[in-house]
Structures are given as structure tokens and as C-alpha cells.
């Protein structure tokens, strides 16, 4: 994964809208981990091979950054993004990982179930 080139995700973006996409999304504040550390509040998102249609995309901030996906009847919102998978044609792969390298939020975007 390279660090992410805001206005390349962006054209990614724009191509999958308004289509039929799958959606993965995942985030986690060490639940995998938590016990190894007793004071931290473990929490996690999985989500996998969801349906979506998005009217309107956007990635925005200066890093990390956000993505919001604007649906018919609500949103998708991801914060902490840093990478994005660019050997994919296809499907979008964004990434957040955190100071030692660990993910911590991960979005995909794909017109085939993952």
C-alpha cells in the first residue's frame, strides 16, 4: 500500500458512483488485542460483501483523511485513512493505519464481493 494521492482516490471514487458496489468496513481500537492491556477500551466494525449505491463520493482533509459516501438513504463515513491499495483497477482499497504500522480502519469498495 502507498500513502494515499487525494485527487487519485477521488477519480476512483467518482468511477465506482452511482453503481451497484460492495462494501467492506472495518475499524478497531485493539479489540484483537485488548487483552493485553486491560485499560484499553476495546471496540470494532466488520462489515463484508454489503450492497451499496452511492450518489456522491468524496475524500477530503490532509491526512489522514476522510471519506464520505453520500447514499440515497444515508451515508457512509470513514475518518483515518493513510493508504491506498494502487495496483487495483477495479476495486478501491483505503487503509488507515496507525504510528507502528497497525491498522486501525479499513474501507473497500469493489463491483465484486470480496
Not at 466488520?46 to 482533509?61: D, M, P, Q, S, V
Not at 507502528?100 to 465484486?112: D, F, H, I, T, Y
Given at each position: 500500500m502507498?500513502?494515499?494521492?487525494?485527487?487519485?482516490?477521488?477519480?476512483?471514487?467518482?468511477?465506482?458512483?452511482?453503481?451497484?458496489?460492495?462494501i467492506?468496513?472495518?475499524?478497531?481500537?485493539?479489540?484483537?488485542?485488548?487483552?493485553y492491556?486491560?485499560?484499553?477500551?476495546?471496540a470494532?466494525?466488520?462489515?463484508?460483501?454489503?450492497?451499496?449505491?452511492?450518489?456522491?463520493?468524496?475524500?477530503?482533509?490532509?491526512?489522514?483523511?476522510?471519506?464520505?459516501?453520500?447514499?440515497?438513504?444515508?451515508?457512509?463515513?470513514?475518518?483515518?485513512?493513510?493508504?491506498?491499495?494502487?495496483?487495483?483497477?477495479e476495486?478501491?482499497?483505503?487503509?488507515g493505519?496507525?504510528?507502528?504500522?497497525?491498522?486501525?480502519?479499513a474501507?473497500?469498495?469493489?463491483?465484486?464481493?470480496?
Amino acid at each position: 500500500m502507498q500513502p494515499i494521492q487525494r485527487s487519485d482516490v477521488q477519480k476512483r471514487i467518482d468511477r465506482l458512483s452511482d453503481q451497484d458496489v460492495f462494501i467492506h468496513l472495518e475499524m478497531t481500537t485493539g479489540a484483537y488485542a485488548a487483552h493485553y492491556d486491560s485499560s484499553k477500551h476495546p471496540a470494532s466494525t466488520f462489515l463484508t460483501n454489503a450492497l451499496i449505491r452511492y450518489e456522491h463520493g468524496k475524500i477530503t482533509g490532509a491526512g489522514p483523511y476522510r471519506v464520505g459516501l453520500k447514499m440515497r438513504h444515508g451515508w457512509v463515513y470513514v475518518e483515518g485513512l493513510t493508504h491506498c491499495e494502487e495496483t487495483e483497477d477495479e476495486r478501491l482499497l483505503l487503509a488507515g493505519h496507525d504510528s507502528e504500522g497497525k491498522l486501525v480502519v479499513a474501507l473497500q469498495l469493489s463491483p465484486l464481493p470480496f
